[in-house]
């Protein structure tokens, strides 16, 4: 079902756990919809330093956000928003079609952080552009 | 890589005695049991010794119990046909919110056509309450389908009173006994039952067939139409080796019914006590004392059952989340609801289920890989703050 | 003892390859394909495997190939789905006075149920007529069910034209395929087939296992409700050894289909040509082009069929007296009958079906005792006169 | 099914054909049921001679016909009407019992011959006293 790296990603996850004072953190999910995801990042001149996530999620949305960290780390945030799903999901040598939208709650996760940093500090990001950070990745992936 | 099965309410392996006496049936003794000829003859001796064999294992008679392709059939075939049967009398049937699918789904079909269903509550063991049973009986209903033992959670619901209740009110009886089949002592008559539907592949036997006990004391209009097999009663080509499987397998589990229980029991103290002891924060599900030898159901609060059973899978082992027929889809069970589990423990807990081929040694395993899974996921779960001190 | 098997429409053995190919799926892959480890996930792709295996054999696509019980369980949906899925729009079902019992008793369960059969008529060669079925189709039609090739006598049915006016009316069209798979080619969309039923002990697979092919622009309601399986269409744990012998024997029948049919003719009319040089008072029933390659049904004037098969029983040789379904009650067969074979003449007539085992040698034997029997017992019977001179 | 009695009197039936110019004859059945059984009899001052057989039938009726002609041979008629049906099951070793109205036939035909020979005659027997020729074994032996 899962290629070697999601099971290895699954299995040692990359960034994982907590992170002391964060400079941004995003939930995404909620326990109704069996998964929930924490993003914490760390800041410096609009470079992402430092990355953590927590999830109560299944295997593919745990391999998702280790690769998707693993991706954002150490670049800017313009560069980080233009990660998507489709990316993670690549860069992973692909996940089962019923899974595909677990990797989108990791992009969402991502970006409803940044998008509470850009609020906190009244900053503008081209890509955030239509973002809306109530999305629930499961209305619209549904089989 | 090591393989440790845990899943056996699921489905079994065969056991080779099994395999062994459905093989001549293949190749050779490969006649159409309603064939007059030698080889047809062969064909239905075969099917009529299983059959005794099916109906000893429950006390019934050879006559009532007849072949189908599944528990699901079986389960499709009692309610149906009791419901169809008896529309003259009434259209309400009375079961429980704990089913399996294959019940709960036929009920929906019955509820779209004109039926009225009523779905008992469970307590937090997922025990019905005989009081409710009683005062949910009105005047049309028509029919009882309450299960013996529970798939997910191994609950063994108080059959015998349940039927004393439905004699006195002259309503049908139907229990689903895939899961008890083998694994607890039925009695069809001791226990007032109408109707009972088994499978084959939950006590070693092979996949693809099961049976209806019909008590010779009621009829049922038939399901699957055509020839005059099973006396006229489900028709179809026998399914000769799986027939002559499923009665070997039945007559292993009456053999070794006492073994397999004190076996099955122990195992499943020594597992549950154990991770109890290990992990914090864990509980079992289902009724204590009450419940399916073999079966475990547990919750690993913060720790998303998914996650442990694809770690699990990583590491040779297999183990659910409830039914099997519903975990390509990772929902809350309808079970664990009905027990009354908040969302996050109901989808923090998954199913190991022992058998015969279990031992000591593959529970350590699963023990130890369960300890480092609980240790790893919750240390990044949202939701855990571990205790200190 | 010689043994000689001239049951083949009955039943098959099962070819090695195929038990060969089921054998896994017992003891080691035994897994629920529903489950998501490893086991399951090896069981699915078996199923995968062999589903492909069955569409390719009649030109469908994987998706279009349900997995039921058997060819009755096939009939039974098929013909009930359409029906009940379709009541909106009218409740006249068309179909035949030859149909296998699968499908008329099943047509005789509707007509209790509010709807409305006809039963078309066929020729002395068991062919129905399409301008009978034209003139038959009325406002309400929903549904015409005529089988591809008949039991017990072997005629084909213009399945294709068949097809043509039934999706000129926008009428949904079955067909039972279960004598003809594997016996004749068959091309679901080329015949403008939407439903067809096989099953596998035909084919030199298991017995237990059957299909329907349901068109991917059609829609029935379920028959068996339960689990998720078969594409949430037919519910209960698959059978999987059951599945994979059918697929193998699929792939046989596709491999060997030419040889296989050019076989079984060349045996067929020797024995045909062979009877009919050595024993007068014989005929051929069925059509003498359009039929089954293995097909042999002949009435032997003055000797009762029932004598005739214990004869032939005692000296090894296993045939039939039409389907096997109903041979344990020694009646006129409804297919003579609806061919206009007078009843002593249907009652002297016995099926020979010959099949890839089948040897010339074999069929000498045959020939030679049916020679005896004739002449042993004409000599005994109240209705015969021989012929002087 | 069958035991090896059974068989070998259906495969090699006594006193099955013809007979030229019987004394009595009885035919019983019809083609609509399945199954013809004629009786023929050659009677010398009340004992039966000889007797033959004919039938379109299943292998338990002419088994039966082999029996109970042999049973008759030689016996006086009213001794003859006192074989019954069972005693011919018997004589075989028994037969299935949805076959046990297969046997019924013969019986019935031997009395039918009788019958016309004591109406020809103009004499009466014990045994045939309630007899009816025009029964049809087959109403009452269903299963
Ligand atoms: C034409 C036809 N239809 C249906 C069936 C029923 O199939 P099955 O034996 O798989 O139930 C048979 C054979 O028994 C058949 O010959
Ligand atoms: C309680 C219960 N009922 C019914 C079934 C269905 O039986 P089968 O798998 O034979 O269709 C199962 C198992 O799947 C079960 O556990």
């Given at each position: ?143 | ?179 008890a089949l083998g694994n607890i002592e039925i009695n069809v008559d001791d226990m007032n039952i109408d109707l009972l539907s088994i499978s084959s592949h ?188």
């Amino acid at each position: 079902m899962f290629n070697d790296k999601v099971i290895d990603h699954f299995m040692n996850p990359h960034n994982a756990g907590d992170m002391e004072n964060p400079d941004a953190e995003g939930t995404i999910g909620s326990p109704v919809c069996g998964d929930i995801m924490q993003i914490f990042l760390k800041i410096e001149d609009n470079i992402i330093k430092d990355v953590k996530f927590k999830t109560f999620g299944c295997g593919s949305a745990i391999a998702s956000s280790s690769v998707a960290t693993d991706m954002i780390k150490g670049k800017s945030i313009e560069d980080a928003l233009k990660i998507t799903n489709k990316d993670v999901v690549d860069e992973l040598g692909g996940l089962p079609s019923q899974k595909v939208h677990c990797s989108v709650l990791s992009e969402q996760a991502i970006k409803t952080a940044i998008y509470n940093y850009a609020k906190k500090h009244n900053l503008e990001f081209e890509g955030l552009k239509g973002f809306n950070p109530d999305y629930d990745p499961h209305e619209h992936h549904d089989e | 890589m090591k393989e440790v099965y845990l899943d056996y309410s699921a489905t079994t392996p065969v056991k080779k005695e099994v395999l062994d006496a459905m093989l001549p049936f293949f190749i050779n003794s490969y006649g159409n049991p309603s064939s007059l000829y030698k080889k047809g003859r062969e064909a239905k001796a075969a099917i009529s010794d299983a059959r005794k064999k099916i109906a000893d294992l429950i006390g019934a008679s050879e006559r009532e119990i007849i072949f189908t392709s599944s528990g699901t059939e079986a389960d499709n075939w009692a309610v149906k046909g009791a419901a169809y049967g008896n529309s003259h009398k009434g259209n309400h049937i009375i079961t429980t919110k704990i089913e399996h699918h294959a019940l709960l789904h036929t009920c929906e079909f019955l509820a779209d056509n004109g039926f009225e269903i009523t779905y008992l509550d469970v307590d937090q063991y997922g025990m019905i309450n005989l009081e409710d049973l009683k005062n949910a009986i009105k005047e049309n209903t028509i029919l009882v389908s309450i299960m013996l033992v529970n798939n997910e959670i191994g609950t063994i619901q108080p059959i015998k009173e349940i039927g004393k209740i439905t004699r006195n009110h002259g309503i049908l009886f139907h229990t689903d006994a895939v899961q008890a089949l083998g694994n607890i002592e039925i009695n069809v008559d001791d226990m007032n039952i109408d109707l009972l539907s088994i499978s084959s592949h939950k006590i070693y036997g092979p996949k693809g067939i099961g049976a209806l006990y019909i008590n010779k004391k009621i009829k049922i209009p038939n399901f699957i139409h055509g020839g005059a097999q099973e006396y006229q009663k489900r028709a179809g080509t026998e399914n000769v080796p799986g027939i002559v499987g499923f009665g070997k397998a039945a007559e292993l589990a009456k053999e070794n019914l006492a073994e397999h229980i004190e076996k099955l029991t122990h195992l499943r103290n020594y597992f549950v006590d154990t991770i109890l002891e290990k992990i914090e924060e864990v509980t079992l599900n289902g009724h204590p004392q009450k419940r399916h030898p073999g079966n475990i159901n547990m919750t690993f609060s913060y720790v998303e059952g998914e996650t442990m059973l694809l770690y699990l899978d990583v590491q040779g082992i297999s183990a659910s989340s409830g039914s099997a027929c519903s975990s390509s889809s990772f929902q809350a069970s309808h079970v664990l609801k009905a027990i009354g589990i908040p969302l996050e423990n109901a989808l923090s807990s998954v199913r190991f289920t022992i058998g015969d081929f279990t031992t000591k040694e593959d529970l350590d395993y699963v023990i130890d890989t369960i300890v480092t899974i609980v240790n790893k996921y919750r240390k990044i779960s949202p939701f855990y703050k571990e205790k200190k001190g």
